[in-house]
């Protein structure tokens, strides 16, 4: 404050609500100067979340330079959401929708396994019997028999479109995230001599994510988009009632990630990066036949998959808050567990139509906190971000119905479902299955 009359008295003092500076106050004949100085409070005691002490202290590494201009004129409501949004969580939270994208690719080919009488050669039906010895001058009884018999139609092509919607949350730490996820699946398919069915499949999906925190005003902290191409192969058997399948499947993943960092910057940042996810899994089933109708049965079932994630490392464009992305590797596991059954009903819609169901309980293991190498810039300190959990206990259930529209074909709709305590899933797809 200047004063060409001179300055008279003193204010009673001087507050400030920025973490890191100091006000300071100097009185000169015809001026007040305010000095703000840098105090010794460290960026990352504002902090109250683990990815945002990892951003802060990354931060005041760098030393002096645009982005740690900014954070020193952090608000002391503003500098713990300031570091989570600078932390970038949304990179390692790809990595949780490639692990839920894989499930749903693995479950199309479990699906078609499933329902589909892998690898038996037999079908399930009916032929009309009597008893060959009955008492003379009556007719006999005719009554059906379920019986099992060789299905000439050796070869299959199915396809099966999925779309989703979820939420995961952080935690407390990543900021939580909705997101949408949809694809399809093709396929095509031969039951060998020896009752081995044996198979291709290929397709594409596509995830997207948007963070449900905001770090200022009303957009969108974060978001991010996953586009996949996949292929793989895949088989079945059964001896009597018990049936294996498995299957291995590798996508290429395109990822594209934008950030809004608000406070004291103003940067709009994006990324785009590559990568793939590998899977290899397995089932094993026991048939349990419930009588009448013939098709209708119950099947405990306990299976596994391996799913390994590759993310590519990228650099950020848009602003002094770009991040840098080192290359890094994930290793998860899932061991469901559970049972499915199907039964046929008379709806009178003179078709044949088949109810089948699954419940089950799948645990999760490996890296089920996925974490991102991330640095401000290509010298800066690296430093560890993490992005929403993935569930380790979750219930998985499936409902679905299958109209016969031809003797060698099949129409299907189905409702599948995930539930954990930090993530929800919730699905719907259809299929098509020709045999010939």
Known sequence: LSAAGGVSGQFAGVTSNLAFLSPGLRYLPNEVDLTLTRNDVPFSASATSRNGWAAANAVQALGAGRLTDAAVAFTTTEADAGFRALAGDIHAGTVSAAYETAFFVREAVLDRLRWGNPGTGLDDGTLPAAYTADLPGRAPVVANVPVRTLDPQ?????????????????????????????????????????????????????????????????????????KSGFGGVYGGTAAGPLSLRLGVIYADTDTRTRRAVLYGLSDTLSGHGGGYTVQGFGEIGWRIALGEPASSYVEPFVGGAYVGIRRDGFAEAGGAAALVS??????????????????????????????????????????????????????????????????????????????????????????????????QDQAVKGNFTLRF
Request: net charge negative; hydrophobic share 45%; charged share 15%.
């Open 326 to 423: 080192l290359a890094r590797d994930y290793d998860l596991g899932a061991a469901t567990a559970g049972v499915r059954a199907q039964t046929s009903l008379d709806l009178g819609l003179g078709l044949p139509v088949t109810l089948r169901g699954l419940v089950g309980y799948r645990r999760a293991f490996g890296d089920v906190v996925p974490t991102a190498l991330l640095a401000f810039g290509a010298g800066g300190p690296a430093f560890l971000s993490a992005g929403v959990p993935i569930d380790r206990d979750a219930l998985v259930a499936q409902v679905g119905l299958d109209l016969a529209v031809a003797p060698n074909a099949s129409l299907g709709v189905a409702y599948t479902g995930q539930t954990g305590a930090h993530a």
């Open 154 to 226: 050796v070869f299959g092509l199915w396809g099966q479109g999925f779309g989703s919607f979820g939420t995961a949350e952080g935690g407390g730490n990543a900021f939580p995230l909705d997101r949408q996820i949809a694809g399809f699946a093709a396929g095509a398919d031969v039951r060998l001599a020896n009752g081995l069915r044996f198979g291709v499949v290929g397709g594409y999906t596509e995830a997207s994510l948007d963070s449900a925190g905001r770090t200022g005003g009303t957009s969108r902290a974060e978001s991010a988009t996953l």
